[in-house]
C-alpha cells in the first residue's frame, strides 16, 4: 500500500510541476503568438491591396478586413488534400470579381499539393469572378487549370474560395 | 458515406505509415515475418481505437471548456500510455490466450507515433467523437496493410541476392519508397 | 568526451540505431526545415536527458516510462509554443511534427537507456551528442532532396537551370530511398574499419 501512495504521488508532484511550468510559458507567450498570427495575415492582405490602410472588422462574428476604399479581404479556411489549407482573399468593394489570393498554410505533399501556394497557379484567379471549376486545362470562363498531379488540392482550393466567396458577399455587399 | 470516406482517407490514400510516416520504427522493427506483423497490426488497430475514444473526451471536455489546450501533449501522452497500460493488465488476468497474443507488443505501442499522430489529426481536424472513431480504425488499419504487404516482400527478400551493406534496413527502407510510390497512385480514389 | 562523440557517427542515432525514423523522413523536404527539426530535438534531448539523470533515483520503477514520457512532453510543448511565438512560418510548416518529437523513440530511448542509468554530466555529454549526429543527418537529408528535387539549398538555387528536378525526391517515395541508400553506405564505411 505505501509502494502505491508513492507511486501515485509521484505522478501527480511530477504532472503537476509541468502542468505550472507550462501554463507559466504559456501566459508569457500567447500574446506573441496572437500577434504573430494577426501580423500574418495583415501582411498577407497588404501584398493584395499594397499601400492601403487596414482595419479589422466584424459583421455577425465573422472577422474581416477593410483595406481602404479599394475593398475587403477576409481568412478562409477547409480541407485540403491532407490537411487543412488556409488563405487571404481580396476583393473590391462590389464583390465583382477577386483581387487577389494569398495561401497562409498548407501541409499537403511539397512539389505537388502545395504548390497551390504559389503565384503561378493562384494569379489565374485574380480579376476573375467565382464559382471556378478546376479542371486539366482551363478553356472555359470559369475554369481553373489545376497544378499537375494535384488534382484534389487544387479542387479543395477553389471550393474554399467559392465558399467563402458567396458567404461574404452575403454579409458584406449593400 | 462520410464514414466510409475518412476510413478510405486514413487507410489507404493518406496511409499512415507511406504517407505520413507516422511508425516506422516498428514498421522496419516487425516487418520480417508476418505472423510478427499481423499480430502487431491488430494490437495497433486495438489501442488506435482505445486512444481515440479516451483522448477525445479528455480534448473535448476537459482541456477546451478550461481554456488549457497548451497541455494537450502531455495529456495524450498520459492518456494513452496509461489506457494501454491498463489494458496490458485486464488482459493479462481475463484474457490470457489474447495476451499472449498481442501483449508484448502492447508497451511497445505507447512510444509508437502513429497513435499520439492520430490523436492530433483527430483533433486538428475537428473529428466528432463517432468519426474519430473510424479514423482511428482507419489509420490502425492502414498500419496493419502496410506491415503485411512489407512483411510479405521481405520474406522473399531473405532469398535475393542483396550488396552486403543495404541488408536489412538499407533494403527495406528503399522497398518502402517504392510501395510509397504505389500507393501515390491511390490518391485519385479520393473525391 | 567520448559520450559526447560517439552519437556523431558510429552510434549515429538514424543511421546505426534507426531511431526517430518519423521526423527523418517526413520534414526533410528542404534543409531549412530539416535544421530547424533538428535544433529543437536537440533542445528537448538535452532537457529531458538532463532532468530524468537527476530525478532517476526518485522515480518508482513501475511509472518510470510514463513519468518521462512527462518530462518530455513538457519540453516538447516548449518548444512548440516557442516556435509558435517567434517563429510562426517554420512552425506551420513543420505542423503536427513538432509534437510528434514526444513519441520520438531517440529521446525516450536514450532517457530509459542512458540517462537513467547515468550522472548528471554523461547525461548530457550523450544528449549533445546524439542530438548533433541526429541534426546533421537530418541537415544531409533535407539538403540532398532540396537539392534534387527543387534544385535550391536552404531556397538558394544552386544547380544550372538544365538540370532536371526530381520531384520524387520531395515526395514520400524520396524520402524511404535516400534514407536507404545513406542507411546503406554508413554501414559500407563502418564495415571497411
Known sequence: ?????????????????????????????????????????????????????????????????????????????????????????????????????????????????????KEKFLRQFKSRRPPFTAVKSAVKKNEISAVTGATISSKAVCKIINGKFAQMKRLLKK | MNYVLIFIGAAIVNNFVLSYFLGICPFLGVSTDLKKAMGMGLAVIFVMMIAAAT???????????????????????????????FVEMFLRKYVPPLYSGLGIYLPLITTNCAILGMTLFMVIRDYSFLEGLVFAFGAGSGFLLALFIMAGIRERLNAADIPKPFNGAGIALIIAGCLALVFMGFSGMMR | MKNFAKGLF??????????????????????????TMGLSVIFVLFFSNAIVSIIRKAVPEQVRIASFI?????????????????????????GPFIPLIVVNCIILGRAEAFASKHGLWASILDALGMGVGFTLTLLAMGSIREIF????????????GWFPKFLVMILPAGAFITLGVLVGIHRSVLDKK
Open chain 1, 1 to 117: 500500500m505505501k509502494k502505491f501512495l508513492r507511486i501515485v504521488f509521484f505522478l501527480i508532484l511530477i504532472s503537476w510541476v509541468s502542468g505550472f511550468l507550462l501554463s507559466l510559458v504559456w501566459h508569457n507567450s500567447v500574446d506573441k503568438i496572437r500577434r504573430a498570427e494577426k501580423k500574418a495575415k495583415i501582411e498577407a492582405v497588404q501584398r493584395i491591396f499594397p499601400g492601403c490602410d487596414i482595419k479589422e472588422e466584424k459583421v455577425k462574428g465573422v472577422e474581416y478586413f477593410v483595406a481602404g476604399s479599394n475593398g475587403y479581404a477576409f481568412e478562409a479556411k477547409g480541407m485540403g488534400f491532407q490537411d487543412e489549407i488556409s488563405m487571404v482573399i481580396g476583393v473590391p468593394k462590389n464583390f465583382d470579381k477577386i483581387a487577389g489570393i494569398v495561401v497562409l498554410k498548407t501541409l499537403d505533399t511539397p512539389g505537388l499539393g502545395a504548390e497551390v501556394a
Open chain 2, 55 to 85: 483522448t477525445w473526451p479528455v480534448y473535448h471536455k476537459i482541456l477546451v471548456p478550461y481554456k488549457v489546450q497548451y497541455l494537450e501533449y502531455v495529456a495524450f501522452i498520459l492518456v494513452i500510455a496509461s489506457s494501454v497500460q
Open chain 3, 10 to 35: 558510429k552510434q549515429n542515432p538514424i543511421l546505426y540505431f534507426l531511431l526517430g525514423m518519423c521526423p527523418t523522413l517526413a520534414v526533410t523536404t528542404n534543409a531549412a526545415n530539416a535544421l
Open chain 3, 70 to 94: 512527462v518530462v518530455i512532453a513538457t519540453f516538447v510543448t516548449i518548444v512548440d509554443i516557442f516556435l509558435r511565438a517567434n517563429f510562426p512560418h517554420l512552425s506551420k510548416s513543420l
Open chain 3, 149 to 160: 528535387g527543387m534544385g535550391t539549398i536552404f531556397g538558394v538555387p544552386v544547380l544550372p
